[in-house]
Nanobody
Framework: VQLQASGGGLVQVGGSLRLSCAASGLTTRNTNVGWFRQAPGKEREFVVVISRVGSAYYADSVKGRFTISRDNARNTVYLQMNSLKPEDTAVYYC????????????????????WGQGTQVTVSS
């Protein structure tokens, strides 16, 4: 299984970016796929997850600004990030959880058994 995260970059406050998580070795429509992020000196934190049935669960800090979606034909999960803030600066990781859990349980990184390599997002003020 491989998860390839891409799409990060440098953007100004209020700008937008779209991250992609391309999967191989698993089918994203049958898997819970989440995004986490880790800022320098901080612990990894949950951002959002899309369940295998298509339900999404967002961290309060990104609700209303970020949107997760899935393209089954491309076996890819996207994270559209709008109205970016300096505190969104972090390395963003996508991860897959092959077991079924209640959505809120999928905010815990220990539920995920596959991780991508991360992509850097920097929001400048």
């Amino acid at each position: 299984v491989q998860l390839q995260a891409s799409g990060g970059g440098l953007v100004q406050v209020g700008g937008s970016l779209r991250l992609s998580c391309a999967a191989s070795g698993l089918t994203t429509r049958n898997t819970n796929v989440g995004w986490f992020r880790q800022a320098p000196g901080k612990e990894r934190e949950f951002v959002v997850v899309i369940s295998r049935v298509g339900s999404a669960y967002y961290a309060d800090s990104v609700k209303g600004r970020f949107t997760i979606s899935r393209d089954n034909a491309r076996n890819t999960v996207y994270l559209q990030m709008n109205s970016l803030k300096p505190e969104d600066t972090a390395v963003y990781y996508c991860a897959a959880a092959s077991r079924n859990y209640a959505l809120s349980y999928l905010s815990e990184s220990s539920r995920y058994n596959y991780w991508g390599q991360g992509t850097q997002v920097t929001v400048s003020s």
